[in-house]
């Protein structure tokens, strides 16, 4: 008998939706010079997630951990066959082809945001701006798939995996759930964006009034027109 049992802690969830934020707020700003500072902001943000996650993936809660969802090829390939099956392999956690999801999203994440962060800094030219941007479309196509896949997968299985992503429940056992959502690592991750954003908001310089630029270019004619 199956029943609505917890899957997915707080800490998950919260990378889980801050990091497609993030991400997607980079993608965004990444050709605007006015909003260059808050495209870095976020580039640092993704990757104190990312970070985060890679420590979560070993002390987390069951479904959280690396363990559960690391699988070979032939794992992975037994999964993908049995969706045209008439019975497609279900997984209470991450299927396999999410779990290689998971790991690829990880390491261009981490790609992505590590040339970005050595680009802003002018290390390594113009090659290595061009590997930031090849990594980000690379992670951008595997978010597209991502989401297609889960909507697939919601249809085979004929459950709402977005909603298990947002409020942490699914469908499965007694034995399958877990026993606390991590509400103090949720709430203190929570607390360590926050304090970063407050402190970038604060320390950023600020934008130059309208018309400010004319009137010193005005002044600075006026003061040349007297001598």
Known sequence: MT????VWDLPTRLFHWLLAASFAGAWLTAESERWRDIHVALGYTC????LFRLVWGFVGSR??????????????????????????????????????AV?????LGLLTSATGLLTFS?????????????AASAMLAL??????????????HRENLVRGMLTGYKEGSADEGIPRPGW?????????????WIATLRDAPPEPRPGAAV?????????????
């Open 3 to 6: 029943s609505r049992v917890l």
């Open 47 to 50: 990757a104190g997630l990312i």
């Open 63 to 100: 479904y959280a951990r690396f363990s559960s969802f690391a699988a070979g090829p032939r794992r992975l390939a037994a999964y993908l066959a049995s969706l045209f099956g008439p019975a497609p392999q279900r997984h209470v956690g991450h299927n396999p082809a999410g779990g290689w």
């Open 103 to 107: 790991f690829a999203l990880l390491g």
């Open 122 to 134: 002018d290390i390594g030219g113009h090659a290595l701006e061009e590997a930031h941007e090849v």
């Open 143 to 156: 978010v597209v798939v991502h989401i297609c896949a889960v909507i697939v997968s919601s249809a085979l």
């Open 184 to 196: 103090i690592v949720g709430a203190a991750l929570v607390a360590a964006l926050a304090a970063f």
């Open 215 to 227: 009137t010193s270019a005005h002044a600075r004619h006026s003061d040349t027109d007297e001598h």
